[in-house]
């Protein structure tokens, strides 16, 4: 423990001066009645309270002064503060298909509605980073705390080419830099939401990529974007049939411990925000305890005059 202001504990040294002046006043006040009761003014002195009754009040009233006296120095101590700490990556799928029209007014608007409704969900301890993925994969935000950042980073993104879902697997590794293998059932305070309509054509292959992500202790969570039935869409001038492949989502999700949502879906949506499972982590943090320990002792004053109110009718 130190002390803001350590030359305040000096005021402690008042306690045993303020406990010899009240040790004379009582013994004053007892010589008093003991000649007013000679006197016969005083009478039913024998049925006085004893010593040690009337001694604990007193010891609870001196105890909260001294730590009164005490927290005058303004102490402080480390104390272990729990909170929720991690990063999140947020995998987009922008691959063309994800310009269609199955969800209004595109998947593409669906991924990034939920996205933004996650990102607002989260703590300012959880740093959060983008990464998009077609064909290849790439960086496009660093994990930062910065939120303003992360939602211009998703505002910017566009469809483009074909899809590589194990691709986005890996660049998301990278952008976690890259963790080392741990032990089975063991979780780095780290994880992936992907966002994708699950079409995967280009390799690696994607279950590959998951099981290379949960030995590093890093889940997948996988949302869904589009419909189950699918649509058709323009294409470089040809009509292609695309639907969501849920299969492969949830296979990814349960091969890594995680959870698989449907972005149609509003309480899969609310799900996404509450229930995407990062660590509470307890970091030691030096914290000022003046005012726990004022208001500690004036619970302690007022239960010691509490006692002698009741006793004596009077405090102390």
Same mark, same amino acid.
């Given at each position: 423990?130190?002390?803001?202001?350590?030359?305040?504990?000096?005021?402690?040294? !008042?306690?045993? #001066?303020?406990?010899?002046?009240?040790?004379?006043?009582?013994?004053?006040?007892?010589?008093?009645? *003991?000649?007013?009761?000679?006197?016969g003014i005083v009478s039913g002195l024998e049925k006085m309270p004893l010593r040690r009754a009337q001694a604990l009040p007193r010891i609870i009233f001196f105890g909260g002064l001294a730590i009164l006296l005490f927290s005058?120095?303004?102490?402080?101590?480390?104390?272990?503060?729990?909170?929720?700490?991690?990063?999140?990556? *947020?995998?987009?799928? %922008?691959?063309?298909?994800?310009?269609?029209?199955?969800?209004?007014?595109?998947?593409?608007?669906?991924?990034?509605?939920?996205?933004?409704?996650?990102?607002?969900?989260?703590?300012?301890?959880?740093?959060?980073?983008? %990464?998009?993925?077609?064909?290849? @994969?790439?960086?496009?935000?660093?994990?930062?705390?910065?939120?303003?950042?992360? !939602?211009?980073?998703?505002?910017?993104?566009?469809?483009?080419?074909?899809?590589?879902?194990?691709?986005?697997?890996? #660049?998301?590794?990278?952008?976690?830099?890259?963790?080392?293998?741990?032990?089975?059932?063991?979780?780095?305070?780290?994880?992936?939401?992907?966002?994708?309509?699950?079409?995967?054509?280009?390799?690696?292959?994607? !279950?590959?990529?998951?099981?290379?992500?949960?030995?590093?202790?890093?889940?997948?969570?996988?949302?869904? #974007?589009?419909?189950? =039935?699918?649509?058709?869409?323009?294409?470089?001038?040809?009509?292609?049939?695309?639907?969501?492949?849920?299969?492969?989502?949830?296979?990814?999700? =349960?091969?890594?411990?995680?959870?698989?949502?449907?972005?149609?879906?509003?309480?899969? *949506?609310?799900?996404?925000?509450?229930?995407?499972?990062?660590?509470?982590?307890?970091?030691?943090?030096?914290?000022?305890?003046?005012?726990?320990?004022? @208001? *500690? =002792?004036?619970?302690?004053?007022?239960?010691?005059?509490?006692?002698?109110?009741?006793?004596?009718?009077?405090?102390?």
């Amino acid at each position: 423990m130190t002390f803001i202001w350590p030359k305040m504990l000096f005021s402690l040294l !008042l306690l045993p #001066v303020a406990l010899l002046l009240y040790w004379r006043m009582q013994r004053k006040r007892e010589k008093d009645l *003991l000649r007013l009761g000679t006197l016969g003014i005083v009478s039913g002195l024998e049925k006085m309270p004893l010593r040690r009754a009337q001694a604990l009040p007193r010891i609870i009233f001196f105890g909260g002064l001294a730590i009164l006296l005490f927290s005058t120095a303004r102490p402080e101590m480390v104390v272990a503060l729990p909170r929720i700490e991690g990063t999140v990556i *947020l995998a987009f799928d %922008v691959s063309a298909s994800m310009a269609a029209d199955d969800f209004a007014p595109t998947r593409m608007d669906a991924a990034k509605r939920a996205a933004k409704g996650f990102v607002a969900g989260q703590p300012s301890t959880v740093r959060i980073g983008v %990464v998009s993925f077609s064909d290849g @994969g790439l960086i496009v935000q660093s994990p930062t705390d910065d939120r303003e950042a992360i !939602l211009a980073t998703i505002d910017r993104l566009v469809p483009q080419s074909g899809t590589s879902i194990g691709q986005g697997i890996l #660049v998301s590794l990278s952008a976690l830099g890259n963790p080392e293998p741990v032990a089975g059932g063991v979780f780095a305070p780290a994880l992936i939401l992907m966002l994708t309509d699950g079409e995967n054509t280009t390799l690696p292959d994607p !279950l590959e990529a998951a099981q290379f992500a949960i030995d590093r202790g890093v889940r997948i969570y996988t949302v869904g #974007v589009g419909s189950a =039935s699918g649509t058709e869409m323009k294409l470089e001038g040809f009509l292609v049939f695309t639907r969501l492949d849920e299969e492969l989502l949830q296979n990814i999700a =349960s091969l890594t411990e995680a959870e698989y949502f449907n972005a149609e879906n509003e309480a899969d *949506l609310t799900a996404i925000y509450e229930n995407v499972d990062l660590q509470f982590v307890a970091h030691p943090k030096k914290m000022e305890i003046t005012s726990l320990l004022a @208001g *500690l =002792s004036m619970i302690v004053l007022l239960i010691g005059a509490a006692f002698s109110l009741v006793w004596f009718g009077r405090i102390v």
